[in-house]
């Protein structure tokens, strides 16, 4: 095997990897699995991580809601910003990710995050609750993303905001026009968006009436 040919492959293989995902995924969506966790932790992830809690708005006090949360790479961060005063409720599918946030939380030595292994759109959230709610390359690993956004919306306290993060390449990306028909029909109204195609943030608020 030539070097050429050896190039080409170590090209295509990652490439025919995202594509077959991103097929199964549309069809039939899938999270992240534990065995791969690992993969998150890299300079990309963390770079874009520390973008995502920029755009937080986080504050002493404040209650968040890490929906899809993972490992915790963002979980032990947001914890350590509202402070002890504040709260985070991680909540992943699986409960092998929120066994690695929380031994993540416990080398970091935090102890103002709650777990809960549940979907989204279950009805496992607290009523008027959180502050801020994120999803993180998350939204397109959901099968009902209105359901979902409806339970985060009645989650929120009047006045806070769902911030919703997509990144290229990530297999589950979404785009912003899907992401706003699905924030309409769960009943948000924007609140603003950051950034570009590639890399961007839609704050979605819930209304002060509702």
């Known amino acids: 095997m030539t070097y050429i040919m050896v190039l080409v492959l170590l090209i295509a293989l990652p490439v025919l990897s995202w594509v077959g995902w991103r097929l199964i995924s549309d069809r ?10 690992w993969l998150l932790e890299n300079p990309f992830t963390a770079g874009y991580h520390s973008t995502v809690l920029s755009r ?6 404040h209650h968040v809601l890490d929906a899809g949360c993972g490992p915790g790479l963002l979980t032990t961060a947001i914890a350590a910003a509202v402070g002890p005063q504040g709260r985070v409720l991680a909540l992943d599918l699986q409960p092998g990710m929120i066994a690695k946030a929380q031994t993540r939380a416990a080398k970091a030595g935090l102890s103002n995050i709650d ?28 099968p009902d993303k209105v359901a979902a956004l409806e339970e985060i919306r009645s989650s929120l306290k009047p006045g806070g905001f769902l911030s919703i993060t997509e990144v290229l390449p990530d297999p ?19 609140r603003d968006k950051i950034g570009r195609p590639y890399m961007f943030t839609v704050n979605l608020e819930r209304p002060l009436d509702a």
């Open 28 to 37: 039939r969506p899938l999270p992240c699995p534990t065995s791969l966790a």
């Open 172 to 190: 589950h990306y979404q785009s912003m026009r899907t992401i706003m028909a699905v924030a309409e029909k769960a009943g948000f109204q924007l």
């Open 115 to 142: 777990y809960l292994v549940a979907p989204l759109g279950g009805g496992k959230l607290p009523d008027s609750h959180f502050d801020r709610v994120l999803l993180v390359t998350v939204l397109g690993e959901i």
């Open 56 to 61: 937080l708005e986080l504050a002493p006090g």
